[in-house]
């Protein structure tokens, strides 16, 4: 492989006792044994009510990206991570199993099995790390983004936190925020990459380096045309609404205001613009929002949401605590698979055998509970499995667009009981049930 595709392979995205684990599996001769890993969480982060799933577009890719490359297996070589047989074997690794799973922007609870991968064991359990480090880091994204939007009502939500973040974790965020109902972005690699929406104008430090506000918003007006955004609270909020008015006219896109009360703020310059026959022009808050101060600014006469820091890392909760487990395997080198769980003394056992997930909803057609199962599907629910294949022998039959991914996520949110988008402290808000087959 040349350098670049080098760059981009996946397969060092990795914890090295995946591959001891392979070595010895080898040396005993079970690696080759039929395996099921199911992917889910055991609880939602406190006081959370559902949990949305992202990434699953990047597994796909990542997936397909996980081969060995030269340099690669140089290097496991030189630093003796595993021996020469397993050296041959990644030499020659591609995925050829199945991978089935919760679509994108679907929302899930604890004990939902979002994701079930399929294989040897050798083949599947060297994409535990991979798949967790994404969909956790994602799905925590999402899981925040969806409160905001919900919170927001019909005013847009922007993602604006590439600055708090790793570079590519800042590319996932604003995908997963995407996905969770955010309009667009301001990572510009996010915009390119994923096809999102882009967005941004001016910060405190253009103003700054003209000599005078108005000569700054009479700059962007010029470059931008009247339906730009203006900061206008880097010296005299007052001042600088009346200015940006009488440089664009009535027809200014909107303000900016990143600073101080919001609330008191949004409804002062609101009544200004109107005065100032700005009837149109738009209001757009920034400044450190989360969920609440969204929630908070209801009321008030905004008309967007920025969002930087509390949406790039989950709003408090940076990860979903999400597992990847070996529930089935066969018995043999030909046998029947049997189920095999964890009995752990606290809350990190798990229930054995590959499951399907279904959602029942009540007679209203709302969801009632998260039901997840061993052994035969029930016929009345049937028609509500929530599981999608994903890869079939090692070749993606799942990838969408992510628009649907978007759209999906809107259906699933408006299905569930009223309370789910409430932000007082609660449950989970379906209960999860566990059907034991034989």
């Not at 922007?105 to 967790?132: C, K």
């Not at 999608?388 to 799942?398: D, F």
Request: aromatic share 6%; hydrophobic share 40%.
């Amino acid at each position: 492989m040349d350098a670049t595709t080098a760059r981009h392979s996946t397969a060092l995205l990795t914890d090295r006792y995946e591959l001891t684990m392979l070595q010895a599996a080898l040396r005993s001769g079970a690696a080759h044994r039929r395996s099921v890993f199911e992917v889910f969480t055991r609880r939602l982060p406190d006081g959370r009510r559902y949990g949305v799933l992202a990434g699953v577009g990047r597994v796909l890719d990542a997936v397909e990206d996980f081969r060995f490359t030269t340099p690669q297996l140089d290097w496991l070589s030189d630093q003796g991570v595993v021996d020469e047989q397993t050296l041959r074997f990644l030499s020659d690794y591609r995925f050829t199993g199945d991978i089935h799973g919760y679509p994108e922007g679907e929302v899930y609870f604890p004990g939902s099995p979002v994701m079930t991968v399929e294989g040897s064991f050798a083949e599947a359990v060297i994409l535990e790390t991979l798949i967790l480090s994404i969909l956790n880091f994602d799905s925590a994204v999402a899981a925040a983004a969806s409160r905001m939007t919900s919170a927001a009502g019909d005013r847009p939500c922007i993602e604006m936190g590439a600055r708090r973040a790793h570079e590519q974790a800042a590319v996932a965020a604003a995908r997963a925020a995407y996905v969770a109902g955010f309009k667009a972005t301001s990572d510009l690699e996010a915009g390119f990459t994923h096809g999102i929406p882009t967005t941004g104008t001016a910060a405190h430090a253009f103003t700054l380096l003209h000599d005078s506000e108005r000569d700054a918003f009479t700059a962007q007006i010029e470059s931008m045309g009247r339906g730009t955004t203006l900061l206008v609270d880097t010296y005299d909020l007052k001042e600088a609404v009346r200015t940006a008015v009488e440089v664009a006219g009535p027809e200014l896109g909107a303000v900016r205001i990143d600073s101080g009360d919001l609330t008191l703020l949004a409804h002062r310059v609101r009544r200004q613009l109107d005065e100032l026959g700005a009837t149109a022009t738009r209001i757009i808050v920034t400044s450190d929002l989360d969920e609440y101060a969204i929630a908070a600014l209801a009321a008030a006469p905004v008309d967007g949401y920025g969002v930087g820091t509390s949406l790039v890392t989950g709003s408090g909760h940076p990860t979903c605590a999400m597992v990847y487990k070996l529930v089935a395997r066969a018995a043999g080198p030909d046998g029947p698979l049997v189920s095999v769980a964890k009995r752990s003394a606290g809350a990190k056992s798990s229930v054995g055998g590959r499951k399907w997930a279904a959602r029942r909803p009540d007679a209203d057609g709302v969801a009632e509970a998260e039901v997840t199962g061993t052994g035969e599907i029930p016929d009345a629910l049937a028609p509500h499995l929530l599981q999608v294949p994903l890869v079939k022998g090692g070749e993606v039959v799942g990838r969408e667009p992510l628009t649907a991914a978007r759209e999906r996520h809107v259906r699933a949110r408006a299905a569930l009981p009223l309370s789910a988008t409430q932000l007082s402290r609660g449950e989970p808000v379906l209960p999860t049930e566990l059907l034991l087959g034989h």
